[in-house]
């Protein structure tokens, strides 16, 4: 008998990374199921490209943030096609403008908290027990470079409090989890911009950044090839890791002298 394909949820997906690691998992043969906030249009051409690969993929319209959008992700995705093998909190609320944490209004502040660390932690809540059922599960959380040393960061204080909180998330549910077959990991990108997100290695491989003690821009493909490894079989033994994809930089430190 044929065995099913593996399904990933992939949080915020119609566009960037998201979107990157959604047509590499779709690449390895897993049925995938898009999720957006606002960008429907976006969503509706990824499935079709998609679907074209062979595999099955739907696109669910929530926010993380909400946490009735949460459960009607989860309900919606179970009754369409099925529970998740795999959920990459891809999503997570950003606030461009910086700004001392004073200056943050309530409703911003709930806003980062609820879309990095609380929509995540139920998110994850309500697919445990499919994943326990199988004796299989890959769970990715996304950090920022150095998160797991949870130094200050200047003029990011909720954004920085929400995902130093999901690191200790991470490294508990994964210990707790392991013995069900489910690993639980958080990638920690580098300052990847714009169109880069969508971007393969070789197409930013030729362009300087100065700014990178690599030398080159990141590119989505450079998340979504260590998503891909983390999310095979044989990857079981690799799990409670925080895992900077960053070309070496350090997102943080350079603030910190500024403000001496």
């Known amino acids: 008998m044929e065995q099913q394909r593996k399904a990933a949820l992939i949080t915020g997906s119609a566009k960037g990374l998201g979107k990157m690691t959604a047509l590499t998992l779709a690449d390895t043969g897993c ?8 960008s429907a249009e976006q969503a509706l051409e990824l499935k079709c490209e998609i679907e074209a690969k062979g595999v099955q993929c739907i696109a669910i319209q929530a926010d993380i943030s909400r946490m009735d959008d949460v459960k009607r992700l989860v309900y919606t995705m179970e009754s369409e096609l099925r529970a998740p093998d795999i959920v990459i909190n891809n999503a997570g609320p950003f606030i461009r403008e910086r700004k001392r944490f004073a200056s ?14 609380t929509g995540v932690i139920l998110l994850d809540h309500l697919v445990l027990p499919s994943m326990r059922e199988r004796g299989w599960g890959r769970i990715i959380h996304y950090g920022f470079g150095h998160a797991a040393e949870a130094r200050a960061w200047p003029h990011r204080a909720v954004y920085a409090a929400s995902k130093v909180g999901l690191v200790s998330f991470t490294k508990t549910l994964a210990v707790e989890e392991a013995p069900y077959g489910i690993t639980v990991n958080m990638i920690c990108p ?21 700014e990178s003690p690599r030398g080159r821009p990141g590119s989505g493909e450079d998340i979504a090839r260590v998503i891909q490894f983390l999310c095979e079989d ?9 895992m900077d994809v960053s070309g070496g930089l350090d997102p943080i430190r350079p603030i910190i002298a500024k403000q001496l």
């Open 104 to 117: 943050y209004s309530e409703e911003e502040i709930m806003y980062l908290l609820n879309g990095n660390l």
């Open 31 to 38: 049925d995938i199921i898009l999720n957006y906030v606002h």
């Open 234 to 242: 044989k990857s079981d033994f690799i799990t409670g890791n925080m």
């Open 190 to 210: 580098g300052d990847i911009r714009g169109e880069d997100k969508e971007r393969t290695i070789a197409e930013v491989a030729g362009r300087d950044d100065t």
